[in-house]
C-alpha cells in the first residue's frame, strides 16, 4: 500500500539521556501512543539506527494514512498529555529534526524484489537526499531520471531490495540543544530516496557505481539541477504495524 505521506524523524540522544531510558520510551511509550491515535493515523512506523558512525543516530519512518495527519487535532493534542519523562527527554534531546514526506512526482516512485513483505524490510537503509533545484522543471527532470533508469539501475545491483523516492512536503522542526554534538543546522533536502539492502558490502560492488555514474547522473549534477547528494546508511532496528496494518 502506498501511503500518502511519511513523517521522518532524525534524533540524537546525545550524553544527557540513558540510553537504556530513551530506548524504553520510544519503543514503549513514544510510538505506541501514535499507533493508538484513531482513524488510524500513523499505519506503522520503523526504527533505523546508524551503521556509518554519524549523527543523528536514529531515524524513525511513520506511515502517516493522511498528509496531514500532523496537523490532526488528536495529534497535537498529544503534546497537551506528555509524561513526566517525555518532557524530560525532548527537553535534553541533543538534535531533533521532523519533516513530512509525500511520494514523489506524478506518480509514486519506487519499486521492490519479488516477495518484499514490508513487515521485513531490507536489513540495511541507505538514505540519500538530494539538493534539488527549486523550480518545477528541475523536479520534473529528477522525476523522470528516477522512473526511467535510476531505479532500474539500482534493482541490477547484487543485495538491493527495496527503492522509494519522496519529496519534502513540511518541515516540522530541526533544532539542537546540546554543546557535545555536532549535528547539521540546515534545511532539510527536498528530494530523499531510501534504498534497502541486504548488506552494506551489497554497496561497495562495480554495480553500485555503474548506476550513480551515467551520463544522464552526471549532467544532472553538472548542470545544477541537482546540486548536492548526502547519504547515510541506517541497520534495522524494529517495526510496528498500526491498528489495521501498516
Known sequence: MVNPAYLFVFTERGSAIDEAIFEDWYDNEHIPLRLNLPDNLFAGVTRW??????????????????????????????????????IDILAKLAYLDRRVYVPFGHEPIGAQKEGY?????????????????????????????????HIAEMKKVPGWVRSRVWTVKEVLSVWGTSVDVSAPQKAPARVVALHEWESPEALQGPEVQAAIDTDWSKRLLSDGVIAGIETRLLRYLRGWEGKEGA
Open 49 to 86: 539506527t546508524a551503521a556509518d558512525g554519524k549523527i543523528p543516530q536514529h531515524l524513525a519512518i511513520y506511515n502517516l494514512s493522511l498528509p496531514d495527519a500532523t496537523s490532526h487535532p488528536a495529534y497535537v493534542a498529544l503534546a497537551g498529555s506528555r509524561s513526566s519523562r517525555e
Open 117 to 149: 513483505d514490508e513487515r521485513n524490510p531490507g536489513p540495511f537503509l541507505l538514505v540519500a537526499e538530494l539538493n534539488v533545484k527549486d523550480s518545477p522543471e528541475a523536479e520534473a527532470e529528477v522525476e523522470r531520471w528516477y522512473l526511467e533508469e
